[in-house]
Structure formats: structure tokens, C-alpha cells
């Protein structure tokens, strides 16, 4: 599924801000507008919905340290449109495909259907989906994923979500015990407005060898790991079969299957773009690939297998899609500043555009035949947070999804109702935990 306006312009807009308004690294983190991805004045690196949530003055006691004057960066290798068509990962022709291809998406796929996971963006509001999971696996109700997708934050968690329940600890870790200083360094590169070195030092430590052999294992079983990015080149969404990857194993798979979590969430303009190495007609080059975000919340299929006029059938027996993100309108009184407005403009933009996402998956499933379910948010969360990456904050929110998930009915039948409108009673609402 594709859209323009995404969270991630809002996470950018907040670090944007902080690299181009705020000198300080402390400044940085106390400042909600500087927060996360995109925010305003009572936002964080969280996400839209943050402002509603309470916000305290003190700074994180970590903050992070600001970066140095960007280097002149080297000119990239020409290639043409032909070459981006053709071109592939040296040695591994299946690690990827194009998003908008049904053939190749098709041929990707378990023989056998099954449970679907769908992990949104979110940036530090994966807190949310980690605590969740963790909180399925308590219950005794989380089934094997047949086949599990992410998009940025979503896919960062992903290959933890994929491997099983065995990896719940880690998953906790990753959003409960790190701070800003773990994500990015405030300054520019050149290429954005703050550095991901440290967050990419951080997957390096988090996906470990063992658990590339678990993901290869997964795949072998006919089970499927797929993460997007967006190949800002061709402007077009691309789905790595993260499975395919760690099964051709060794040191240039562990350094691929890396380099595409970090090219998931780079947000564009916040953070940098990764380049990717490839071959095309003889020439090699790199491609320039950014946060999956900016295709889509989260991904389903094809979007043309999506579209109200598609009489695709998804081969699936459930589908699970856990949303990041807040989709309550956020009242602020906005500043006259520039990131303020672009961030409340934007921040209210991703807010319809993932609504309309859900919509749209919620008419593919019962087109399908497919069980519809989606975990958002509870309304009443109003944890305060204190900057971007908060470790309280990320904390209270995965105690949230943790006791959302051990409920009885963690997942919602149907989409959220839009405000003012109460849920719709559907004949299988009592269901809504028993399709886990």
C-alpha cells in the first residue's frame, strides 16, 4: 500500500529542527519541537500523538552529543533508469523485489497461508508493539507468524517478532533500556540533520549471528520475514526478503540484513540514506534507500491487490496489524515557527493517511475471507515524556502493550472509530481475542 505524507516526515521535522535551531545537545533533548519524528512544540521523537500525553521541562539525562561540521561527501556513481530496473544484490538474486511487483510478491510467499503480522512505523512508539508481544507470549495466545512484515520501527522489531518468542527479552531491552544517545547524534551530515551512526552500531550489537541463523531457520520452514525501504533513486518501495538474506549466511548477509534495519528508519532529511551496493548490465553502484515510511505505515501486498477494485484474495488466515502510533487528533496551539507548523500539518496528515490504511486492509480481509484485527494505542495512555527516546516514557508504553496483550481482547475486529463516532458493534466483536 502506498501514500505520500508519512509519520516519518514528522519525525524529521522535529530533527530537523533540533540540528538547525538548537546548538546544544541538552537544548535538543529538552525541547519537545526538536522531538522525535515530527513534531511540534508538545511532540517528541514518539510520534504524533505524544502531546496529549503530558510532558515534563527536565531534559533526559542522557542526551545526544552533538556531531561535527558535515564532511564534503564524495559524488555518487551515475546510473540510469535501465540499470535501477535491473539491478541486484552481488550474489543475491532473492533478496529483494519491488513492492509494486505481484509477481515476484506472489512467488514470495509461504505455499501454506496463515497468521500475517503487520508492525507499523513509529519510532519510539514501537514500545508499544514490543510490549505487546511480550504480552501475547504471556498469554499463551501468540501463534507462529507465517508471515511478519515492518516498516521502520516495525521493522527494527521484526526480525525479533519473527524468530519467536525466545527473543521477547531482547525485544524488551531495545525499547526499555536505551536512550536518545543510542538512536542519533544532533548535527548535520551533509545528507540530514542528525546522525544514525548510533543506532547503527546498535542493530550491529542486537542482530547477532545466532539470530540470523534463527531467521534462516524460519525461512527454511516456509515461514517469511519481509522489511521495507524505499529506493529514493527510483522513488519506489522495495520488500527485502529478510529470510532469503540470512539464509545465504556469512559475513556479507549479517552486514546486509543490517544495513536494511537502518535503511528502514532513516528518515529522510533526520537521518542519513543508506547506499546500498549493487550490480546492474555490467556496472556497479550504489542505490540510495530511506525509511520504508515513506511508502506506506505499514505494508500489506501490492498495492494494486489492495485497491478497492482488486478482486485479490490474501492468502492468509488472519491478519494482526500493530499500529505505533496514536490516530487521535492532538489539540496544540501552534507556535508561529516553521517546524511547528509542518509538524502539526504533518503530524495530522500521517493521522488520516493511516486511518485510510486500515480502512483499505480492513476491505481486503473481508474480501478475503480473512480475519481483520488491529492493536493501537490505548486512548487513555498519557505517560509524560521528557524528550525523544525517553526510557520512562518507552517504558510506561510497553507496560501499556504488555497488559493490552495479556488482555482478553488485545486486537480490535475492526478499525478504530473515528472521533466523535462510536465503535461499530460487528457480529464477531466477542471474538476479538480469540483470533489470536
Keep these: 500500500m502506498t501514500s505520500t505524507p508519512r509519520w516519518y516526515v514528522y519525525t524529521a521535522t522535529a530533527l530537523l529542527a533540533a540540528a538547525l535551531l538548537v546548538p546544544s545537545a541538552v537544548r535538543f533533548a529538552a525541547a519537545p519541537a526538536a522531538a522525535q519524528s515530527v513534531s511540534g512544540p508538545a511532540t517528541t521523537?514518539?510520534?504524533?500523538?505524544?502531546?496529549?500525553?503530558?510532558?515534563?521541562?527536565?531534559?533526559?539525562?542522557?542526551?545526544?552529543?552533538?556531531?561535527?561540521?558535515?564532511?564534503?561527501?564524495?559524488?555518487?556513481?551515475?546510473?540510469?533508469?535501465?540499470?535501477?530496473?535491473?539491478?541486484?544484490?552481488?550474489?543475491m538474486p532473492d533478496a529483494r523485489f519491488w513492492a509494486a511487483s505481484e509477481t515476484d510478491f506472489n512467488n514470495a510467499l509461504p505455499a501454506q497461508p496463515g497468521p500475517w503480522l503487520l508492525l507499523s512505523s513509529g519510532g519510539e512508539d514501537g514500545a508499544f508493539g514490543a510490549g505487546l508481544l511480550n504480552g501475547l507470549s504471556e498469554s499463551g495466545h501468540r501463534p507462529d507468524y507465517t508471515v511478519v512484515t515492518g516498516v521502520s520501527t516495525g521493522a527494527l522489531m521484526a526480525p525479533f517478532a519473527f524468530a519467536g518468542p525466545r527473543y521477547d527479552g531482547a525485544l524488551r531491552d531495545a525499547y526499555t533500556k536505551i536512550t536518545a544517545a543510542d538512536i542519533f547524534e544532533a548535527g548535520g551530515t551533509g545528507e540530514s540533520f542528525a546522525d544514525s551512526w548510533p543506532l547503527k552500531d546498535l542493530i550491529a550489537k542486537q542482530i547477532t549471528p545466532a539470530l540470523l541463523a534463527d531467521v534462516a531457520a524460519a525461512q527454511r520452514s516456509g515461514r517469511r520475514l519481509f522489511v521495507i525501504t524505499t529506493d529514493l533513486d527510483a522513488q519506489r518501495s522495495v520488500v527485502w526478503n529478510m529470510g532469503a538474506i540470512a539464509v545465504h549466511g556469512g559475513d556479507a548477509a549479517l552486514n546486509l540484513f543490517r544495513t536494511v534495519l537502518l535503511a528502514s528508519s532513516a528518515i529522510p532529511g533526520g537521518f542519513p540514506p543508506v547506499l546500498i551496493d549493487v550490480e546492474a548490465n555490467g556496472?556497479?553502484?550504489?542505490?540510495?534507500?530511506?525509511?520504508?515510511?515513506?511508502?506506506?505505515?505499514?505494508?500489506?501486498?501490492?498495492?494494486?491487490?489492495?485497491?478497492?477494485?482488486?478482486?485479490?484474495?490474501?492468502p492468509a488466515t488472519q491478519l494482526y496489524v500493530v499500529v505505533n502510533s496514536g490516530l487521535e487528533p492532538d489539540f496544540q496551539v501552534v507556535e508561529r515557527s516553521t517546524p511547528a507548523i509542518l509538524a502539526q500539518a504533518v503530524g495530522a496528515a500521517v493521522k488520516v493517511d493511516t486511518r485510510l490504511m486500515l480502512d483499505r486492509t480492513y476491505v481486503a480481509a473481508k474480501r478475503s475471507g480473512v480475519d481483520?484485527?488491529?492493536?493501537?494505542?490505548?486512548?487513555?495512555?498519557?505517560?509524560?515524556?521528557?524528550?525523544?527516546?525517553?526510557?520512562?516514557?518507552?517504558?510506561?508504553?510497553?507496560?501499556?502493550?504488555?497488559?493490552?496483550?495479556?488482555?482478553?481482547?488485545?486486537?480490535?475486529?475492526?478499525?478504530?472509530?473515528?472521533?466523535?463516532?462510536?465503535?461499530?458493534?460487528?457480529?464477531?466483536?466477542?471474538?476479538?481475542?480469540?483470533?489470536?
Design 283 to 314: 556496472k556497479h553502484f550504489a542505490e540510495m534507500h530511506v525509511d520504508g515510511g515513506v511508502g506506506g505505515q505499514f505494508f500489506v501486498a501490492p498495492a494494486a491487490l489492495m485497491a478497492s477494485t482488486s478482486d485479490y484474495r490474501l
Design 45 to 91: 521523537a514518539a510520534g504524533p500523538h505524544r502531546n496529549t500525553r503530558g510532558r515534563a521541562g527536565n531534559a533526559p539525562t542522557k542526551p545526544p552529543v552533538v556531531a561535527a561540521q558535515p564532511r564534503q561527501l564524495p559524488p555518487r556513481i551515475p546510473f540510469t533508469a535501465a540499470d535501477a530496473a535491473a539491478a541486484a544484490i552481488p550474489g
Design 372 to 436: 481483520f484485527n488491529v492493536a493501537t494505542i490505548p486512548m487513555g495512555f498519557r505517560a509524560p515524556s521528557r524528550g525523544p527516546f525517553d526510557p520512562e516514557y518507552m517504558g510506561a508504553l510497553f507496560q501499556a502493550g504488555y497488559e493490552l496483550g495479556k488482555s482478553a481482547t488485545p486486537f480490535s475486529n475492526e478499525p478504530p472509530p473515528y472521533p466523535g463516532r462510536p465503535a461499530l458493534q460487528s457480529p464477531d466483536t466477542d471474538k476479538a481475542g480469540a483470533n489470536r
